[in-house]
């Protein structure tokens, strides 16, 4: 056979050979030989993982040229103009809003640089599902938004292409992919089969296949026409699917294909013929029926019009006997339900991608396409024909939360643009599809309602604990549904078609009244479900906002039809709703669902109607009977509201008190509460007022409680529950009567008002708000609807506080506030109370307000009551609103309230008070029109006429009302009255009986019931109506309660005017606090702020504007009134609630009392606390003062409280921090600051930091010298030093260990680890590791120790020579091993274990005394360095400093000093001889033995501390003066050594001349010249000294030195030596720092040493040189020292000579200097691949001390179970590592074993942080944060500011 032959052929030249073939004129041969070839190489019964065949795809396609040519070729003919690149999720993408069109609209990065976005709102963000770039795209984004590539339409200008290129694509492609279809055909096994389902696995085999179709769809344009030909070609399917005849295999292979696809209609087909509608004898117009049929289970509401046909009977038994619904009239809906047939290679493959669940390469490779047209619209309407089949899929994968992104990756790229949506929608019937399928799979999870009549219900909802709903799975469908409506030509489409409309109604009503509570009375509910979240997000996601999608459409007249429509199926749907309930008009007891969507749609479709469509709402409203039952549920919600918050629902757990924040929770508020509050106002206006209030009354439960009775019973609230009930109900209905939102306010006031009430709960940041100001949830409307831009009305109504810096470290963000005329004219508490989720917001809002009426002088006694607010006029449509304020019953309410609260019975409060003179004025300030005809009949029909003569609350206020009948319980007080004669005159008492009527409890709920039947009937029972006996109404009280009721008269002869003046008196606590003549005193501009009293005289100040009846009744009371003398007087209830009045103002003032006596304790204690300047000074060691304490130091312990000195038995300790710090080691030469490497060219080399530098200066000393010298003459701890700090406080160390215990056995999880020695101290909570013992003394030896000398120098230096030798006897207590010493040396343990065994083994001999010995002493110089450093690096600021007060250098230094006096310094290598005498020559020095390191490489501060370490203590003053000035000798001649190499040759003959003329001078000595040109001499005298350093002083030479640039380097090389010994004097001797002025610091320092004779001390200049004090002669000991170094070996001096150029100054430590933009290191970095593992890390870090790259919790670069940032953290830092998390922004620390989030050094414009990238908006660097982040590194204090703390276990 040819094939084969051409098989084993070469790929290439058989490749080209073929396709010169095909090109010829006659081309069947060649085309039979490629067939053949291809049948043979693309055989689908070879495994997949057999690359043979991809090669050879690759050749014949590339037509023998390689593929790589081929591909450029290829790419040169591209002529595509879109971008369309896919990505995956993760990757992160450009939104730009100003750009958009589509809010889905993304860019892939380069697009979005290559673009021009400045001043743009966009923000980058990190794609969730994967998306693709639209650049070049203008359906979805305007054309200036577009990149420079894509800018230009390359289309036009790309040369055609020729034929041949793609040709040999065209033949092999088809089979290509009909190879890789016959793959998925055989892989696939359906989920449901007993065999293992490995998907996976087929799909990775196939890996390569599909990559190659994906890099096929890269090459551009070119190909991708070719591959839309054979995707959607029919005839090469048809010829391809099935495969030839006679190929056994391909016939099976088809066979599983038809069978995978008849399991791919929505309902199978035993479903379908179990539902009874076999399809053929319905006929064509059942077709439609039964396919719904079949799809609906038989269960959606009908619509009414089609009730009984003869499907009924088939239907009858399922669920609740629900009638079915009927899709469209039209067989076309058919196809929905049917099997899927395919006619082309893409819908196939569409298929087995659905089948497979979406695996993303073949996501990526469909969606690569797309920027090819006429693919996009097949592929479009393909994924149209197979959506019912993907949401089948979805609903029964296991990994739907991926499928679920990748389903959104495709469809959003498909829907978004318009022009596709509207064709599918129309040709493909895809809003039939997708409401059909949303209905398909809620009706997988529908349960019965227990609404209302739980035994009959034939409504069904969705039962939320249902993984469809709990995992959101129906998303992808919604975002879809949402997406489409969002274009004008889909949604008018949606809203004409009404069957259309009915079947989403009969969706919407599966979620009215799901998640049902009913409250819990009698124990607690074992099991709190948390499914609520799931019904919120479903309400919210599945019927709110389609519906915002839908309002969007419904904005301008013309679309006044559509509104109607909606309005009319909404209240259809509601009736059948409350018919399948069973609901009449009491709402069944106990229950609540917070889910009413039929009732919002409803509502905010009135809403637009009204407010944008100019409709009247009459038209749109239902008769009065329907209204009222409309109003029931939403009522309901509103009174469990109250009781949620009034505990009543406590037994249901903490879930129901989480739906009722989620409820006005800013993103759901708008589509809940706020429609809620609408529909209840609607029905407000449009029912009988008297009847709207009784019944909220009933509903919030406190009907009894309206009683002029002092004493009543509540059948249905506790006595503690009243309160808040009543509280509630009257701030509903303020609420009601004063909420504008949808009664007239613009959008612009809307939005107005939602900021200035969040702003007054508390300051806020700009994206809370933005996320706290409820927008439209309709995602098209970007930001807030209205004219005016959310900024803009930000900066009119608050102040931006830029962040602030606290001391204690906590990151402030940049706050909005207020402004002042907000507070004062704009602050409204109602909507406050709306609006919050935590009710101590609305305490917060209050206080805020208070403290701005104080600090403006406005209101500053007592507490204000909230402002009272103008409101914006009704909106014609809803004037019936005020009807409510104008009603008898809300009168008769009123007075009873103001009544009981003025003789001050049981619950009432002042926030009853409040809220009821709220209502009060609020209908003063909405008077209702009165049509006067119609007052006359009414007045003898209304059952309580006795009360109020009309309606009108103006004329009614100063109506006196003179007797009142009450049903009290026998026990009550006012029964007692009976026994008083009757009222004297008989007049009165004839009118007794007629004139008072029953009191108006009983009223409220009968008047109810009658309004109720009168409406229903319309009939004329009113007349038997009214003489039906009120005292039916006793059923509110439950049989058995022992009291019997009996009715009373109370004479009363008061009008609310009269209560209300009563009650001014009452609360101003003054007798006639109302003159008669105040109200014309009185000016109205005070009144707006104030607190009850101000109140009250609002009110009667505007009653007494409107009305001069009420003006004279205001007078009239105020001229003859008297004391509230109670009609009740001697009650014992009155006496019980004096008591208690009088019980709490005693218990405010023992309250005020112990406050003020633990205030007087802290402040104490603060003040001992912080004004510590070092513990030194609290330790009462201020040596500096006169006169000397005689006793031991006291100290005391803060855990027993005890007071006492430290002794030997039992010794006190300061409670330390041990750290490890590397922050000197990482200081460099200059004061430059590193950079942050951004780009390939940038580097930092660590080489010239300090801890290199002195490394490499012990390792160069250690191979030239002896290993024991060489170790006394440099310190280590630069890197990983041991640091010690303290809180200043002090315990008992046995005290500690049982405080450490208790730790130990404490349970809680604490920030730190007790086993570790870690704790916190007992009184400041400061972080601490260690406790440090203090030495017991008295401070009598401090005389002696500071006595001023007058010894000679010579005799000093002779005496501390004898102390040294004294050394060995000196007794160190060995046989006797007390407690202090026992302590000192576990301290000396704890150091060790501080930091790691590298900084501490420096020796050959790891673990020798000397290693020890360098370690110990190095301590006390890193301590010393490190205090200098906090200070600024030098001591010109004197006094104490922060860092001082941490210090415990004096402790530190006898704890060391105890713990070095083990070891003896060899007196034969004693330096001190060595420093002051000029010895005689050794010649006994062994030539192998190394020789000691030469004086003038040794370090004069390690010196000085070994030394002072070493020396018996308490050292005296005079002897460390000695020690200081024979150093500084050293010091000084090291100096001259080191400037002399600097010279030129030229130079150094000068000086040395010139110096030596001066020699003989008497002071040479101390001249520098003569000692400069000595030390020249001297070292010149080998050559090798200076002739090593020949290139160096080349760079320097150009500058000439003269003598004062000679003085002030040598200055400059003596300072840190002379600064360092004057801290140490300051902390040993408690000598006091004097500041000075930087210029005269080396003076300064030099008299405080006493190296300077105060004398010498004017203003004349200080030359160092005057401060050397030598014992023997100068120029003899400086022979000597420089002999040392020109005695070397020539090889040793050659290496070892750059040991006398030394530069002891270093800048002060800095963390890298960063970029001012984010973004620069965000591109750099978050793309950059690990230095370690050569992959691009997921979690990328950076260490801000060093710049170190590092992959944060990599597994790929753990080393020893370590991963890397922990890792670095050692190195780096020892253990304290600063990183910034290159995808988050944030900064981390991690210390030890612990870290901690520090927060971010950068900042959006808004000042806020961005952590995760979340808003992905600009950030910029703040530059106070990262000063506070550096210095928080530098003075070691992130454990004590930072207070989160957590392990990292390694795995950071």
């Not at 339900?337 to 893409?346: A, N, R, T």
Request: hydrophobic share 35%; aromatic share 8%.
């Amino acid at each position: 056979m040819m094939a084969a032959s051409l098989v084993r052929r070469d790929k290439n030249s058989t490749a080209a050979h073929l396709k010169a073939d095909l090109n010829c004129t006659d081309n069947t041969p060649g085309v039979r030989q490629l067939q053949e070839l291809l049948d043979c190489v693309l055989n689908p019964e070879k495994p997949a993982a057999d690359t043979e065949a991809l090669d050879w795809c690759k050749c014949l396609i590339a037509g023998g040229e390689g593929f790589e040519e081929f591909c450029k070729t290829v790419r040169s003919y591209d002529n595509a103009t879109l971008c369309g690149l896919v990505w995956t999720a993760n990757f992160v993408a450009y939104r730009c809003r100003t750009c958009g069109i589509s809010p889905c609209m993304s860019l892939c990065a380069e697009c979005f640089n290559n673009g021009d976005h400045t001043g743009h709102d966009f923000n980058m963000f990190r794609s969730q599902a994967g998306g693709a770039c639209d650049c070049g795209d203008s359906n979805v984004m305007r054309e200036t938004g577009f990149c420079n590539r894509h800018r230009l339409r390359t289309g036009e200008n790309v040369p055609t292409v020729p034929r041949d290129l793609l040709l040999m694509s065209e033949m092999v492609l088809p089979r290509f992919i009909i190879c890789i279809i016959q793959y998925l055909r055989d892989g696939y096994t359906e989920p449901d089969t007993s065999t293992e389902r490995d998907l996976q696995k087929v799909l990775q085999q196939l890996e390569p296949q599909i990559s190659f179709l994906e890099e096929l769809t890269k090459m551009g344009g070119a190909m991708r026409t070719v591959l839309t030909k054979i995707l959607t070609n029919q005839q090469i399917f048809k010829d391809l699917s099935m495969g030839q005849e006679d190929n056994v295999y391909a016939k099976m292979n088809y066979e599983k294909y038809l069978s995978a696809l008849r399991n791919s209609c929505l309902v199978s087909v035993e479903e379908k013929a179990q539902s009874g509608a076999a399809e053929p004898t319905l006929g064509a117009e059942a077709g439609a029926g039964a396919g719904a049929l079949g799809l609906l289970g038989a269960e959606a509401p009908a619509s009414p019009d089609e009730s009984n046909k003869e499907e009924d009977q088939d239907g009858g038994q399922s669920v609740g006997q629900r009638k079915r619904v009927k899709l469209s009239g039209t067989a076309k809906d058919q196809s929905i339900m049917d099997s899927l047939k395919h006619k082309c290679f893409l819908e196939e493959l569409l298929f087995w991608t659905i089948k497979y669940e979406f695996p993303q390469k073949m996501v990526t490779f469909l969606l690569n396409m797309l920027p090819d047209q006429d693919y996009k619209i097949t592929f479009t309407k393909t994924f149209v024909q197979h959506y019912a089949f993907i949401m089948k899929t979805l609903m029964k994968s296991q990994e739907s939360d991926t499928m679920s992104n990748r389903i959104v990756h495709i469809s959003v790229q498909l829907f978004s643009n318009e022009e596709l949506a509207r064709h599918v929608t129309e040709e493909c019937q895809l809003l039939d599809i997708m409401v059909t399928v949303l209905l398909y799979m809620m009706e997988s999870c529908l349960i019965k309602s227990e609404l209302q009549d739980e035994e009959n219900s034939r409504h069904v909802v969705v039962n939320c604990s249902e993984p469809l709903l709990k995992n959101n799975t129906y998303w992808p469908l919604v975002s879809d549904f949402i997406n489409i409506l969002s274009h004008k030509s889909v949604a008018k489409k949606f809203l004409e078609d009404h069957s259309l409309l009915m079947l989403w109604m009969s969706f919407v009503s599966f979620f009215q009244g799901m998640n049902l509570n009913k409250r819990e009375l009698s124990e607690h509910v074992e099991f709190e479900s948390q499914t609520y979240y799931a019904a919120f997000a479903a309400e919210l996601e599945a019927c709110a906002q389609p519906m915002w999608g839908l309002l969007t459409h419904c904005k301008v007249k013309e679309t006044q039809e559509y509104t109607k429509t909606v309005v009319r199926y909404c209240l259809e749907t509601l009736q059948i709703w409350f018919d399948a309930i069973g609901f009449v008009d009491e709402p069944a007891p106990n229950q609540v669902t917070f889910h009413l969507p039929l009732h919002r749609y409803y509502a905010m479709f009135l809403s637009k109607a009204v407010k944008c469509q100019g409709l009247d709402l009459d038209s749109l409203l239902p008769h009065q009977e329907m209204l009222m039952k409309i109003m029931v549920h939403p009522l309901q919600i509103q009174a469990s509201l109250s009781e949620i918050h009034s505990n009543m629902w406590v037994r249901n757990g903490l879930q129901i008190k989480g739906q009722a924040m989620t409820y006005v929770q800013s993103h759901f508020c708008n589509s809940m509460i706020d429609p809620d509050i609408f529909l209840l106002q609607v029905c407000a206006s449009r029912l009988d007022p008297d009847y709207f209030i009784s019944s909220v009354f009933e509903r919030f439960k406190v009907v009894d409680l309206l009683t002029m009775a002092s004493v009543h019973q509540n059948a249905v609230l506790d006595g503690e529950q009243e309160r808040p009930m009543l509280e509630g109900a009257l701030t509903f209905l303020v609420i009601l009567s004063s909420l504008r939102i949808h009664l007239g306010m613009a959008d612009d006031e809307i939005l107005r008002a939602e900021m200035v009430s969040q702003l007054c709960m508390n300051d806020r940041t700009h994206s809370s708000l933005l996320d706290l100001i409820p927008e439209n949830p309709n995602p098209k409307s970007g930001i807030v609807p209205g004219s005016c831009s959310f900024e803009e009305m930000l900066s009119a109504v608050a102040d931006f506080k830029a962040p602030v810096f606290e001391p204690g470290g906590s990151m402030q963000q940049g706050m909005y506030t207020p402004k002042e005329e907000v507070w004062e004219k704009e602050f409204d508490p109602i909507m406050v109370v709306l609006r919050t989720v935590y009710r101590r917001d609305v305490q917060s809002a209050m206080d805020r307000y208070s403290a701005f009426l104080k600090q403006s002088g406005m209101h500053t006694t007592g507490n204000p009551w909230p402002p009272y607010k103008e409101r914006t006029p009704l909106h014609p449509c809803y004037k019936g609103l005020d009807r409510l304020l104008h009603c008898k019953t809300l009168h008769i309410v009123i007075f009873t309230l103001l009544y009981k609260i003025w003789l001050d019975h049981s619950n009432m409060s002042e926030h009853v008070l409040c809220m009821v003179l709220y209502l009060i004025e609020l209908g003063l300030d909405n008077q209702v029109q009165e049509d006067k005809e119609e007052e006359e009949p009414c007045i003898e029909e209304h059952c309580h006429d006795s009360w109020f003569p009309g309606t009108n609350l103006l004329s009614n206020l100063h109506h006196v009302i003179n007797y009142v009948r009450v049903r009290v319980p026998e026990t009550a007080p006012e029964v007692k009255r009976e026994k008083d004669p009757p009222p004297s005159t008989s007049a009165q008492a004839s009118n007794f009986g007629q004139n008072v009527r029953e009191a108006q409890v009983f009223s409220l709920v009968a008047e109810r019931r009658r309004k109720f039947q009168e409406i229903i009937n319309r009939s004329s029972t009113e007349a038997s109506q009214v003489v039906r006996p009120k005292s039916s109404s006793t059923r509110w009280v439950p049989p058995g309660t022992p009291p019997q009721l009996v009715t009373e008269i109370l004479e009363i002869r008061e009008s609310m005017l009269s209560l209300l003046i009563k009650l001014h008196q009452k609360l101003s606590a003054k007798q006639n606090s109302l003159s008669a003549t105040w109200l014309e005193d009185m000016e109205t501009s005070s009144h707006a702020h104030g607190d009850g009293i101000t109140a009250i005289e609002r009110v009667l100040t505007k009653a007494a504007t409107r009305s001069r009846q009420s003006k004279r009744s205001i007078q009239e009371i105020c001229g003859k009134v008297s004391p509230p003398v109670a009609p009740k007087k001697n009650s014992p209830t009155d006496k019980k609630t004096m008591d208690k009045d009088e019980r709490r103002q005693r218990a405010r003032e023992r309250q005020q009392k112990l406050l003020a006596e633990f205030a007087s304790r802290q402040k104490s204690f603060m003040e001992t606390a912080m004004d510590v300047e070092s513990p030194d000074a609290e330790a009462a060691m201020d040596l500096g003062a006169s006169e000397v304490m005689e006793s031991e130091v006291l100290y005391d312990c803060v855990i027993c409280g005890q007071s006492g000195p430290s002794t030997e038995d039992r010794p006190t300790g300061l409670v330390v921090l041990l750290q490890a710090s590397s922050v000197l080691g990482h200081r460099c030469k200059s004061d430059e600051t590193k950079k942050l490497p951004t780009t390939d060219d940038e580097h930092i080399y660590p080489a010239d930091t300090c801890g290199a530098a002195h490394d490499v200066r012990l390792a160069l000393m250690q191979r030239f010298f002896k290993d024991s010298s060489c170790l006394q003459s440099v310190s280590i701890g630069w890197d990983g030093g041991v640091y010690v700090q303290t809180c200043g406080h002090t315990l008992h160390i046995d005290c500690h260990k049982s405080y450490m215990e208790s730790l130990r056995n404490d349970q809680v999880l604490q920030g730190f680890s007790v086993d570790k020695g870690e704790f916190t101290c007992p009184l400041c909570r400061q972080f601490a590791n260690s406790v440090l013992p203090c030495r017991p003394g008295r401070s009598t030896e401090v005389v002696s120790w500071h006595m001023p000398t007058n010894k000679k120098t010579a005799v000093l230096v002779k005496e501390v020579e004898d102390l040294q030798e004294q050394l060995g006897l000196f007794p160190v207590s060995t046989t006797t091993e007390s407690n202090l010493s026992k302590e000192m040396e576990s301290v000396i343990k704890d150091i060790k274990n501080t930091t790691q065994r590298k900084y501490m083994d420096y020796g050959k001999n790891p673990g020798s005394p000397d290693n020890d010995f360098l370690f110990m002493y190095s301590v006390a110089r890193t301590n010393l360095e490190l205090e200098l450093v906090h200070r600024g690096g030098n001591l010109c600021s004197g006094g104490a400093s922060a860092a001082a007060k941490r210090s415990c250098l004096n402790q530190l230094f006898h704890v060391l000093a105890m713990h070095m006096r083990l070891y003896s310094i060899d007196s034969a290598y004693n330096p001190w001889t060595r420093l002051t005498q000029v010895a005689q020559r050794r010649d006994d020095c062994l030539d192998d033995e190394r020789p000691e390191v030469p004086m003038l490489f040794r370090d004069c501060p390690s010196l000085l501390i070994i030394f002072v370490l070493t020396m018996p203590q308490p050292l005296r003053k005079e002897h460390f003066i000695c020690l200081v000035r024979m150093l500084y000798n050293l010091q000084y001649t090291q100096a001259l050594a080191s400037l002399s190499a600097k010279f030129s040759p030229e130079e150094r003959q000068a000086w040395s001349t010139s110096g030596a003329l001066k020699k003989n001078a008497f002071n040479a000595e101390k001249s520098y010249d003569a000692l400069l040109s000595h030390v020249i001499g001297e070292l010149s005298k080998v050559k090798t000294v200076y002739d090593v350093n020949t290139e160096v002083p080349s760079m320097l030479s150009s500058s000439v030195w003269s003598p004062h640039s000679i003085e002030y380097s040598l200055q400059q090389f003596c300072l840190p030596y002379l600064r360092l010994s004057c801290l140490l004097q300051h902390h040993l001797f408690g000598d006091k720092l004097s500041g000075c002025p930087e210029v005269e610091e080396f003076s300064g320092l030099a008299g405080c040493l006493g190296l300077l004779a105060p004398a010498l001390q004017p203003s004349n200049p200080v030359y160092s040189a005057s401060c050397l004090d030598w014992t023997v002669n100068a120029f003899d000991l400086m022979t000597q020292w420089c002999s040392e170094v020109t005695g070397l070996s020539d090889t040793q001096a050659k290496k070892s000579i750059t040991l006398l150029v030394q530069d002891p100054q270093w800048a002060s430590p800095h963390l890298l200097h960063l970029p001012d933009h984010y973004n620069i290191i965000f591109q750099y970095y978050h793309k950059k691949a690990c230095t370690a593992c050569k992959k691009v890390p997921k979690d990328p870090a950076l260490c801000l001390v060093c710049g170190a790259f590092v992959c944060l919790k990599g597994l790929c670069c753990k080393q020893q179970g370590i991963c890397e940032c922990v890792l670095h953290s050692q190195h780096c830092g020892a253990a304290t590592g600063i990183f910034l998390l290159i995808n988050a922004s944030v900064i981390i620390i991690i210390r030890g074993h612990r870290f901690c989030l520090w927060g971010s050094v950068y900042l959006d414009a808004h000042g806020e942080e961005d952590r995760d990238l979340r808003r992905g908006k600009p950030l910029f660097l703040c530059v106070e944060r990262y000063r506070v982040l550096q210095q928080q590194w530098v003075s070691h204090t992130f454990d004590h500011i930072n207070k989160r703390w957590g392990p990292h276990y390694n795995g950071l």
